[in-house]
């Protein structure tokens, strides 16, 4: 049979036994851990000349006007609950699976799934692996089907409403979409954009633009970076011959939450020990007078450095500059500004700040 699920039946069953071809093509050893007994479900890597490194299990439409679609061979891990275990599936030949009709008023979404059935563990009547389309239900608006336990989905497709063989079938180029995620062995680097959070601390993945190691929290950059800018929203208003500290509203950058948090909304954070780039930048309104925009560093008045100086603004005039300072980790900065005359209604957009780490001090 095409599909190859190893360490599920018994020479002797009458589904006929694991056979050495089986145990041959399935994946074996361990994969990447979830937990004690568990580990992450997903596609092998492979390749087929493409980009896409996970080129096996791919589903692509058979043809224009069709119902039928085919999955490509390849090599995968399935995991069921903690005590029954993972499973080491394969599919040896390309296989050809048929959509049914749509429905004569709505469209659905269909699920194709690689799925695990286990009498021992599940308590039905089968025994096997198997490709599968799920279908979901018809509707104005319809909703992608549930994957079932001890399955993966390897891609999605929309069917139209009154879709058959003879209407025109199923538009390949625009209703399916691959659903397959990868899984490596422990150590690994996982491939096809995952977006699972890591298992343990020292994981790798491939994120797209570069390898990324989980933390224990998050993805990071394996080349350390560490970096925050930060914006304001609606408007503000100054008094007069007053440093004003700005608060910022949002942290549209921010490699480390730690840098910039609305508990603090005036503190741009260094999380680690090093050499920082502190960047400010200020646009004064019409009328506005002796403008000054400087940064405090640790909440200390004696610790202060002035960035910018403009006689009379008259309108939209401002500058921008930058800082470079040794920083512990802990410490932060504030961006401030004085104006002799009191303001009202200064525009957010008018104030911009960042703190980039360039490396170790």
Same mark, same amino acid.
């Not at 479900?41 to 896409?52: A, C, E, F, R, Y």
């Not at 007069?240 to 700005?246: D, E, F, G, K, Q």
């Given at each position: 049979?095409?599909?190859?699920?190893?360490?599920?039946?018994?020479?002797?069953?009458?589904?006929?036994?694991?056979?050495?071809?089986?145990?041959?093509?399935?994946?074996?050893?361990?994969? =990447?851990?979830?937990?004690?007994?568990?580990s992450?479900?997903?596609?092998?890597?492979?390749?087929?000349?493409?980009?896409?490194?996970?080129?096996g299990?791919?589903v692509?439409?058979?043809?224009?006007?069709?119902? =039928?679609?085919?999955?490509?061979?390849?090599?995968?891990?399935?995991?069921?609950?903690?005590?029954? +275990?993972?499973?080491?599936?394969?599919l040896?030949?390309?296989?050809?699976?048929?959509?049914?009709?749509?429905?004569?008023?709505?469209?659905?979404?269909?699920?194709?799934?690689?799925?695990?059935?286990?009498?021992?563990?599940?308590?039905?009547?089968?025994?096997?692996?198997?490709?599968?389309?799920?279908?979901?239900?018809?509707?104005?608006?319809?909703?992608?089907?549930?994957?079932?336990?001890?399955?993966?989905?390897?891609? /999605?497709?929309?069917?139209?409403?009154?879709?058959?063989?003879?209407?025109?079938?199923?538009d390949?180029?625009?209703?399916?979409?691959?659903?397959?995620? +990868?899984?490596?062995? *422990?150590?690994g680097?996982?491939?096809?954009?995952p977006?699972?959070?890591?298992?343990?601390?020292?994981?790798?993945?491939?994120?797209?633009?570069?390898?990324?190691?989980? %933390?224990?929290?998050?993805?990071?950059?394996?080349?350390?970076?560490?970096?925050? %800018? *930060?914006?304001?929203?609606?408007?503000?208003?100054?008094?007069?011959?007053? !440093?004003?500290?700005?608060?910022?509203?949002a942290?549209?950058?921010?490699?480390?939450?730690?840098?910039?948090?609305?508990?603090?909304?005036?503190?741009?954070?260094?999380?680690?020990? +090093?050499? !920082?780039?502190?960047?400010?930048?200020?646009?004064?309104?019409?009328?506005?007078?002796?403008?000054?925009?400087?940064?405090?560093? %640790?909440?200390?008045?004696?610790?202060?450095v002035?960035?910018?100086?403009?006689?009379?603004?008259?309108?939209?005039?401002?500058?921008?500059?930058?800082?470079p300072?040794?920083?512990?980790?802990?410490?932060?900065?504030?961006?401030?500004?004085?104006?002799?005359?009191?303001?009202?209604?200064?525009?957010?957009t008018?104030?911009?700040?960042?703190?980039?780490? /360039?490396?170790?001090?």
């Open positions: 049979m095409p599909v190859r699920p190893a360490w599920l039946t018994n020479r002797g069953d009458t589904a006929g036994g694991q056979t050495r071809t089986d145990t041959r093509l399935a994946p074996l050893g361990t994969l =990447t851990p979830t937990g004690r007994l568990t992450l479900s997903g596609v092998i890597p492979g390749t087929s000349g493409g980009t896409n490194p996970l080129a299990l791919a692509t439409g058979t043809g224009p006007g069709t119902m =039928t679609a085919s999955v490509a061979p390849g090599r995968a891990l399935i995991q069921s609950t903690e005590a029954a +275990g993972a499973y080491p599936v394969s040896d030949t390309a296989m050809t699976i048929t959509f049914g009709d749509g429905n004569a008023a709505n469209p659905r979404i269909d699920l194709v799934v690689l799925r695990i059935y286990d009498a021992a563990v599940d308590g039905g009547a089968e025994t096997k692996g198997a490709i599968e389309i799920i279908q979901g239900a018809a509707a104005a608006t319809p909703v992608v089907p549930t994957v079932p336990a001890a399955a993966i989905p390897l891609a /999605q497709v929309r069917v139209p409403a009154g879709a058959s063989a003879g209407s025109g079938g199923i390949w180029g625009t209703a399916l979409t691959d659903r397959r995620t +990868g899984t490596v062995a *422990v150590g680097i996982l491939v096809g954009a977006t699972a959070p890591g298992s343990y601390p020292g994981q790798f993945r491939d994120g797209g633009r570069g390898i990324e190691r989980w %933390n224990g929290s998050s993805w990071m950059p394996t080349e350390e970076r560490h970096y925050v %800018n *930060v914006t304001k929203s609606g408007t503000y208003a100054l008094s007069a011959n007053t !440093y004003t500290s700005i608060q910022w509203s942290a549209p950058s921010r490699t480390d939450a730690v840098m910039w948090s609305a508990a603090q909304p005036t503190r741009l954070v260094a999380p680690v020990t +090093g050499f !920082y780039i502190a960047y400010a930048a200020q646009t004064w309104p019409g009328g506005a007078n002796s403008c000054r925009t400087r940064i405090r560093i %640790n909440g200390d008045e004696n610790n202060t002035m960035m910018s100086y403009i006689a009379a603004s008259t309108g939209g005039q401002g500058d921008a500059s930058a800082l300072l040794n920083m512990a980790a802990g410490d932060y900065i504030e961006m401030q500004v004085w104006n002799s005359n009191a303001l009202a209604s200064v525009p957010s008018y104030s911009r700040a960042a703190l980039v780490w /360039q490396g170790p001090a």
